[in-house]
């Protein structure tokens, strides 16, 4: 399938259209922001890193009956894709404590949860992405009530499909941002899930396998997503 016009380049990826109307194409970028894009910086082959791994997460989802975006991995950094029209909620599941969490509620980071946190996000980089409650997203009309409890239960279940399959590869699923898109009617899971939007922990050691590794200026920011392509994908990227 051919790239055509570019239809929007955001921070971490360009999207592309096809000859097919019903078809985009991701092309992932090394590009990396932090901190809604305050810290700007380069992950070398991250964008071949998160192509694999999303394309990896999204057939593990599929084979267990989520409905994804996801059609094929074309390429070393382009995935092609469903068209959707992206709901503007960024959904996060939290099943650790975690970053914004541990200082919204005054917790230790690491703190393991009884039970998945779910959080929406206003997808407005603008407005740096604010917290919202079912009041806000009702008001704004980013959802139906039914689209919702839809985006909800799928969100649980792509949690409860993901965390066994990274706990058998020794990763913790510390939490997850996840974004949807409709598509003829369909919800769909779309955008990337990768070590650019999961919180990744090695199980035993804690050490981190994911963005914070750049947004903390950790180091070996390379290593940890060659390290998740391996453990995810059985093969370095
Ligand atoms: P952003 O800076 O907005 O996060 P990215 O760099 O992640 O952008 O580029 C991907 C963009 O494409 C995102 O805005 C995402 O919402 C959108 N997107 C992801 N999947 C699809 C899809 N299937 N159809 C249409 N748009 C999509
Ligand atoms: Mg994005």
Redesign the pocket.
Known sequence: MDRGEL?????????YRTPDPDR?I?HF?D?A?AFN?QKRGTIVSKGIVNNRISEVLFGVLERAGVAT?FVERLSERDML??????VKIEVVVRNVIAGSLATRLGRPEGEALPEPILEHYL?D?ALGDPLLNDWHIRFLQLATPDELAAINATALRVNAVLRPYLDARQIVLVDFKL?F?R?HGQL?V???ICP?TCRLWDKTTGHKLDKDRFRRDLGAVEEAYQEAARRICGVAA
């Open positions: 239809l929007y380049e955001g921070k971490a990826k360009q999207v985009l991701q970028k590009d922001t894009a975006h894709v469903r068209a959707c029209q992206i997808k980089d974004e898109g598509h769909l779309a955008d990337e650019d």
